[in-house]
């Protein structure tokens, strides 16, 4: 069995993992390309406020994510390709209505004017409506010819998906997260909130990739335990760097979580208790990897990605 030091790549393990990552960019891009209405598809306002916020930039983290939780239980790349889409579009959308007035009012997204600023409050909110109804849509779309076991497959990533979107996941740790603006909380009830608004939907990444890959259970109770502390990694990263950082390298409004006295790991812990944390998870997540040996060098890839960013 491999150790969690045998995840940390060597200098050549690293550059064809980078290369494998910009690879599974790639094709998620043409992916999402392939999966929207054209610009100038009716009605061409919707289709052009989509596409703006949907290909602005960004890491990808999520949808890598489930291409590497795939190859980590020998998936198929076509099994798992429409739900790295699903969960790219569900991301969009949470952050085209985060930004609007009613909730954090943030003017810059990713270096650009956020949808509501470009396109208008109306049009911003039925953006991310329509990147949320087509990420289920693609989910629920079955190619002819598919026998039980892949519809079943595909069945259960939709839920895990919904799941980790709505009042138990995404949506509940966001009105958390409004509710606990400008007030103490203790910290079990920030990890709650940070687990449901951040980690729920990029946990799902991972044990739906792994589940469409067709994961035999001992590697799906691996890439679960893997996917439930980097999630939380992710959100405690975000906080230390919203903290450190300037709007050119978060490309986005910096200092809003203090701004706005959200509850954050900064705030209930320290700046240097909230790095040692996102470390300590990140620990976590390589050794719940181990039994996957080499198969899990990509997800391991990812999680350094994730804790060791700088934007």
Known sequence: MAASSDLLPDASHATALAAALESGRALVERALDHALPAEHAWPATIHRAVRYSLFAGGKRIRPLLVLAAGEAVAGATEEVLPLACAVEMIHTYSLIHDDLPAMDNDDLRRGRPTSHKVFGEAIAILAGDALLTRAFHLMAEIPAGWDETRIRRRLAAAA?????????????????????????????????????????????????????????????????????????AFQVVDDVLDATEGAAQLGKTAGKDRAAQKATYVSVH???QARALAHELLGQALGALVPLGSRGAQLARIAHLIVERRA
Request: glycine share 20%; proline share 4%; net charge negative.
């Open 160 to 232: 895990i998906l919904g799941e980790a979107c709505g009042t138990a996941g995404l949506i509940g740790g966001q009105v958390q997260d409004l509710e606990s603006e400008g007030r103490a909380i203790p910290p079990a009830e920030l990890e709650r909130l940070h687990r449901a608004k951040t980690g729920a939907l990029l946990s799902a990444c991972v044990r739906g990739g792994a589940v469409l890959g067709g994961g035999e259970p001992a590697d799906l109770a691996c890439v679960g335990a893997f996917a439930a502390t980097i999630g939380l």
């Open 270 to 272: 320290g700046l240097e």
